[in-house]
C-alpha cells in the first residue's frame, strides 16, 4: 500500500459545528502533517507528528485541533471554525525527516458556511 | 530566511519539450523536489535531486541543478495533455527542520 486515504473528500460545516478530518497511512511512515491549501498557492505546513508526539505546531488557530491515536492514523478536529478556513486539507506522510519526499493524499476540500 | 522562486505561468504544444524553473536562496539547501498537483488532487512527488548531483533522469522527466546558480529545472520531453498541471518545486534542509519550502507553482498548461 503506497498510499495517504483521506476521509471525507468534501465537507460543508457551519461555524458551530465540530467535525473531524481523517487520514491513515500503511506504508509505516513515522512523520505525519498537516497542509492547507488555498486556491493557486503552495501548501502551508499546519502540524508535524513524529513517532506519534507532535513536533511542531505552526501558530495554527486552536480552533484546529490534531490528533495521532497510533502511527497509522492522524486527525484533525475541527470546532467553531471561519468561512475565511474553507480551503483544502492536505495529510502527508514520509519515513524519518522526509527527506526522499513526502506521499500527499487527496485532501479534504472544506467549506465553512 | 528560504525562499524559493518560480515562474507563474507555462504554455506549450503537445510534442514539445516543457522546462519549468526555479530558483532557491538557502545555500545549505540539500534536497529539491518537483512535485505535481492536478486539479482537485493532492501533491505528487515527482522526482527529487540530492545537492551533490548535476542531473537525474527518469523517462521523460530531466532535472537539472545549478549549485553555483542556485537553479533548477524540470524538463518533460514529448509533453502530454495529460501533464497539464501545477508544479511545484521545493527544498529542504538537512540543516535545519528537513521541513520542505515550497514555490509558488507553476501552472503548465498543454494546447492540443
Known amino acids: 500500500d503506497t498510499e495517504v486515504t483521506q476521509t471525507p473528500k468534501h465537507l460543508v460545516m457551519g461555524m458551530t459545528n465540530k467535525k473531524s478530518l481523517k487520514c491513515e497511512q500503511h506504508?509505516?511512515?513515522?512523520?505525519m502533517y498537516w497542509y492547507k491549501q488555498k486556491a493557486k498557492k503552495p501548501p502551508e505546513l499546519m502540524f508535524v507528528?513524529?513517532?506519534?508526539?507532535?513536533?511542531i505546531n505552526e501558530s495554527v488557530p486552536s480552533r484546529f485541533s490534531p490528533e495521532c491515536p497510533n502511527s497509522s492514523l492522524l486527525n484533525l478536529h475541527l470546532h467553531a471554525l471561519q468561512p475565511e478556513d474553507s480551503a483544502l486539507y492536505l495529510c502527508a506522510s514520509s519515513s524519518r525527516q522526509g527527506l526522499g519526499g513526502y506521499t500527499f493524499g487527496s485532501g479534504t476540500r472544506l467549506t465553512v458556511v | 530566511g528560504e525562499d524559493v522562486e518560480q515562474s507563474l505561468f507555462l504554455s506549450v504544444r503537445e510534442g514539445d519539450s516543457s522546462v519549468i524553473n526555479c530558483t532557491y536562496t538557502?545555500?545549505?539547501?540539500?534536497?529539491l523536489y518537483w512535485y505535481k498537483q492536478e486539479p482537485g488532487a493532492g501533491l505528487q512527488l515527482l522526482t527529487y535531486i540530492f545537492s551533490n548531483m548535476d542531473m537525474k533522469q527518469d523517462q521523460r522527466l530531466t532535472v537539472l541543478l545549478n549549485k553555483k546558480d542556485k537553479h533548477l529545472s524540470l524538463r518533460i520531453a514529448d509533453t502530454q495533455t495529460g501533464d497539464s498541471a501545477i508544479y511545484f518545486c521545493a527544498e529542504s534542509d538537512t540543516g535545519g527542520s528537513y521541513i520542505p519550502t515550497f514555490g509558488r507553482g507553476t501552472s503548465l498548461i498543454v494546447h492540443p
Open positions: 506504508m509505516g511512515h513515522r512523520a
Open positions: 507528528y513524529s513517532y506519534e508526539k507532535l513536533s
Open positions: 538557502d545555500s545549505s539547501s540539500t534536497y
